[in-house]
């Protein structure tokens, strides 16, 4: 896959908190109908980059582009409708 088909970009991508870093140059294309699977030990920051991919956090280093435009140039209401994530364990209902 070549980046030019992608509809969603990460470019280097990190996350930092009460400083610790919690992601850091994160690089990930994705195609139109294309599925990704992100697996991982407990704790690697696998939620947290749904929820930036997601537009939940905001990444503190790199970009995101969506449709070859960047995410925090559009609205959010746009981009939630195209993009979103369903988490493993249900949370708003038991």
Do not use: H
């Not at 969603?8 to 294309?29: A, K």
């Not at 696998?46 to 503190?60: E, G, H, R, Y």
């Not at 790199?62 to 949370?91: H, N, W």
């Amino acid at each position: 896959m070549t980046e030019n088909n992608a509809i969603l970009q990460l470019q280097q991508v990190g996350f930092d908190i009460g400083g610790n870093t919690i992601l850091e140059g994160i690089n990930l294309s994705v195609a139109p109908g294309e599925f990704k699977l992100i697996t991982g030990p407990s704790g690697c920051g696998k939620s947290t980059l749904l929820k930036i991919v997601a537009s939940l956090l905001s990444p503190t280093t790199g970009q995101i582009l969506f449709e070859g435009k960047a995410t925090d140039t559009l609205s959010p209401e746009t981009y939630r409708q195209q993009v979103s994530y369903c988490a493993q364990t249900p949370a708003l209902f038991g």
